[in-house]
Antibody
Framework: EVHLVESGGGLVQPGGSLRLACAAS????????MHWVRQAPGEGLEWVAR????????NYAASVKGRFTISRDNAKSTLYLQMNTLKAEDTAIYYC?????????????WGQGTLVTVSS | DIQMTQSPSSVSASVGDRVTITCRAS??????LAWYQHKPGKAPKLLIY???TLQSGVPSRFRGSGSGTDFTLTISSLQPEDFATYYC??????????FGGGTKVDIK
């Protein structure tokens, strides 16, 4: 069974940095696009970023572009999200999701998420 | 970016009820549309992709329909495990993916 486990969340001050990780198992990691999606407290889902299997193509939501960097280590089957210049509005549960593998941006499955809190 | 508008934002229903959720895109997205189920503390779950294709393992009481700008998720006979929040998502490859605001289905 495909398994995704996020880690690295925590409490960080505004302006600070944090790196999230998503450990993947039970599938050929390098064959799939991967996504980060977040959910702020009491809000809906917001797509954050995606990266192709080779790590050569990356796309970002306008709200994080220039501050967040998505990357991957295929040898370790791990996806990353480097978050810099964090703002209070970045407070959210961050989920990683594997792309379904068909045309279009469909996430399946998803991890359980890791909570990031940006506060002084 | 493409805006996705879901309605209603919440619905109260009983076990066995038929529930319909609608999603409207701000521009034509053909059939690039997904539906997800999300329960508190759990990972979101893909139910339907391509507007009407049921993801493997998802019960047949879930049905997606529509194309262009107007889409519908129908649960034909609500079960206890279906109480959750449902999101539509436009999945076109080019513009950034965007989600609807969600529809919370709770117990009447």
């Amino acid at each position: 069974e495909v398994h995704l486990v996020e880690s690295g969340g925590g409490l960080v001050q505004p302006g600070g940095s944090l790196r999230l990780a998503c450990a993947a198992s039970e599938f050929t990691f390098s064959n799939y696009w991967m996504h980060w999606v977040r959910q702020a407290p009491g809000e809906g889902l917001e797509w954050v970023a995606r990266i192709n299997g080779g790590g050569t193509t990356r796309n970002y939501a306008a709200s994080v572009k220039g501050r967040f960097t998505i990357s991957r280590d295929n040898a370790k089957s791990t996806l990353y999200l480097q978050m810099n210049t964090l703002k209070a509005e970045d407070t959210a549960i961050y989920y990683c999701a594997r792309d379904l593998g068909v045309l279009g941006n469909y996430g399946d499955p998803w991890g359980q998420g890791t909570l990031v809190t940006v506060s002084s | 970016d493409i805006q996705m508008t879901q309605s209603p934002s919440s619905v109260s229903a009983s076990v066995g009820d038929r529930v319909t959720i609608t999603c409207r895109a701000s521009q034509d997205i053909s059939n690039w549309l997904a539906w997800y189920q999300h329960k508190p503390g759990k990972a979101p779950k893909l139910l339907i992709y391509g507007a009407s294709t049921l993801q493997s393992g998802v019960p047949s009481r879930f049905r997606g329909s529509g194309s262009g700008t107007d889409f519908t998720l129908t649960i034909s006979s609500l079960q206890p495990e279906d109480f959750a929040t449902y999101y539509c998502q436009q999945a076109d490859a080019s513009p950034p993916p965007t989600f609807g605001g969600g529809t919370k289905v709770d117990i009447k």
